[in-house]
């Protein structure tokens, strides 16, 4: 949705991310029940009708299982009160007609197993807080749900205030971890993404799947919300900082976090409820999915039509690859220009023609420009995506400077040769600035020398020695002589730039070596910082 979220992405240092569709499939299976089983899926089911009217609702992958899972007689009641579920009471609550001839309701709430006991009676805690442990120690999300007979329909106000119900039971969800998860927690790593896993589900199940695709050492190393309440506001940036999990999560803690750790590094948060949107308005890139809410795709930067963690880190990778590929023409345009504007501003004071026509220098603007219409498809190594680069200009002014000047001392040693023939100095300059120009992109590409540095793209690599060929022949035709006063150059002058051609990235790459031995002594000294 925003165009600049592209190279904002490739800048990300650390990425929050769900677990729900993220990290796992989404596709829950119910596998273990604490109460009588086909009592417990029939309330359950009954608090969330949305499934059986064949609505969309956030809670429909629970409905899916427990529907699949039930054995029994379904029945739809009399629906006449139903209240989605919301962070602030951590469960939903519906009201159904116990009967068609009376006015005694049914109320029912399910939710978070802990908010739930709190609003019941006669619960064993002890007994199904160890029931939840075992669950979640084997990554399972659970549900409670509870019911109370009233003998009146409530309001909204009355039935969120209800107490004192009876737990009819819990049930465990078995949600699959993806296989690409593991592999895109490595990718992630490589390239100094620092992934954190934000959830509403307990600490257990939070940190077992985090423990089980490779992002922490052990399963108890999560952080709660209960636990950044209770810390300083001092140490709450720390615990930031340095953890990978954070269970039970509200959305204001989750923009707290966003808002925290924005003070140091650049975040990425995908998020798809309402209550995401005030995070994802607060980080520097916001990812939803398609399935998203509209609140949550109208705050985001990027809408993800594929709900998976290898896309993202791929999307990072690849806006890194995009600004790596944009420093190196801003480079190149400005190596080139500085050393032609060198080369022509002396030159004008010493030779009374000039040393390019007009026609001819819009010529080697199209054949050194055109095989760069391919740059974005170039490859770039590991370093150059392992951290995010930044446009640092002082450093890519100096390198114009160094490298421009290099390139203009060339330029007189032609304008030497062939001071004195107008015509042939503008033929061999034309095919010079061209090659030249070429050769300079392949040698700043690499901090290797650039006949061992890594390859090329193809279209790249043809369409430079395109660009090349037409240069070198382009004086030998006579439409190139007629319409560009270019003159045939002779054995001799082939020669002579064939002979400067080679040498030229030679000493190039000496001035390379010698910069970086320069710019990391200045680095130690007086701690100038450089993009590459």
Known sequence: KRLSAIEDLGGITTLCTDKTGTLTENNLLAIAVYGDEQEVFSAAINVNQQLLLDRKDAARSFDEALVKAFTGT??????????????????????????????DA????????????DRCQGVDKAHAMQWLHVQGMQGRRTLAVATKRVDQALSAEQLIRLSNFSLLGMVAFEDPIKASVPDAIKKAQALGIDVKIISGDTAEVAGTVAYRIGLVSDPSMVVTEAMLQEAPDDDRLAMYQHNAVFARMSPH?????????????????????????PALKMAHVALAVDNATDIAKDAADLI???????????????????????????????ICNTSNFYSIAIASLLIDFLPMTPLQILLVNVLSDFPLIAIATDHVVIDDIAKPQQYNFSCILTKALVFGITGSFFDFVVFRAFYTQ?????????????????LMFYVMRTKRFFLFGHRPSTPLLLLSLLSAVITILLPLTSWGQAFFGFVAPSMKE???????????????????????????????????????
């Open 74 to 103: 379904l029945s739809i009641p009399v629906r006449l009160l139903y209240l989605p579920f919301d962070h602030e009471h951590y469960c939903a609550h519906a009201l159904t007609q116990q009967g068609p001839e009376t006015t």
């Open 106 to 117: 049914i109320a029912y709430i399910r939710g978070v197993p802990e908010k739930i006991f």
């Open 253 to 277: 803690q989750k923009y707290d976090l966003v808002q925290a750790l924005e003070t140091q590094e650049q975040v990425g948060f995908m998020g798809e409820g309402i209550n995401d949107a």
């Open 304 to 334: 993800l039509l594929d709900r998976s963690l290898g896309v993202i880190v791929d999307g990072i990778a690849e806006g890194r690859r995009i600004v790596a590929n944009t420093i190196k023409y801003i480079q190149l345009m400005l």
């Open 422 to 438: 107008p015509q042939m100095l503008q033929t061999v300059w034309f095919m010079f600035s061209i090659c030249s120009e070429l």
């Open 494 to 532: 082939y020669l002579f730039f064939g002979v400067l051609l080679v040498l030229w990235p030679l000493v190039m790459e000496l001035v390379k070596i010698c910069y970086r031995i320069g710019q990391s002594w200045f680095a130690k000294e007086y701690g100038w910082q450089h993009t590459r």
